[in-house]
């Protein structure tokens, strides 16, 4: 990526420290996954949200663990409904039609859209889901977990493979019209197209 898609590598920021790890923890008050753990370790998200950070498809920036604190507070913090902030509705990967305090955004589009890890119990804990800022997450989880969503996004970057696959194929299952995502990179930075397909979209 540093040499294909500079401006977007630049966008990365250092890696997060203890201290803002520590404050995420004690924030959602339970252990956070190790892939993500990892991940922050490697990139505290992107600077500004200028554009160039497009790391995630379609076309999300990751969050600095800042940003994670602060979207947390809007959505689960004191001043959230105390139905919102109710952390055991549902299984991890279920829908949910209000933002739990047991979801850590890790990505966001700018405009309202984001994407989390769903800390719920069950065994899809830890799975990366899409938070709708109109509708909630209904649709089920995009990857397995942080890992495997950094997997997908490399192998799209890297052999030209479709973004999201797994997903689609399975929401397609459910008669979900979506499409995966191919990377593309202009004037050095990164960005993800619609691959073609044969189906109406009715959803991202």
């Not at 500079?6 to 956070?32: I, K, M, N, S, Y």
């Not at 209000?98 to 069950?122: N, W």
Request: aromatic share 8%; net charge negative; charged share 20%.
């Amino acid at each position: 990526m540093e040499i294909h898609a500079p401006l977007t590598f630049a966008a990365l920021a250092p890696p997060a420290g203890d201290e803002d790890l520590r404050a995420v923890r004690d924030d959602v008050g339970q252990d956070l996954p190790d892939d993500l753990v990892t991940w922050w370790r490697l990139c505290n998200g992107t600077g500004l949200p200028d554009g160039n950070g497009l790391l995630l498809p379609p076309f999300f920036e990751p969050c600095s663990l800042r940003d994670v604190l602060v979207q947390r507070s809007i959505w689960v913090g004191s001043g959230a409904p105390t139905a919102i902030r109710n952390a055991t509705v549902g299984e991890a990967g279920s829908p949910a039609g209000a933002f739990l305090t047991s979801f850590i955004p890790i990505a966001a589009d700018g405009g309202g859209d984001m994407l989390f890890v769903d800390l719920r119990s069950g065994p899809r804990h830890g799975c990366v889901q899409h938070w709708s800022g109109e509708d909630g997450t209904y649709n089920g989880p995009w990857w397995t977990g942080v890992a495997d969503m950094l997997a997908d996004v490399a192998n799209a970057l890297h052999t030209g493979s479709e973004a999201r696959r797994r997903y689609v194929d399975a929401a397609r299952e459910r008669h979900i019209h979506t499409s995966t995502d191919q990377a593309v990179v202009s004037d050095g930075r990164l960005f993800w197209e619609s691959a073609p397909d044969d189906l109406p979209r009715c959803d991202r």
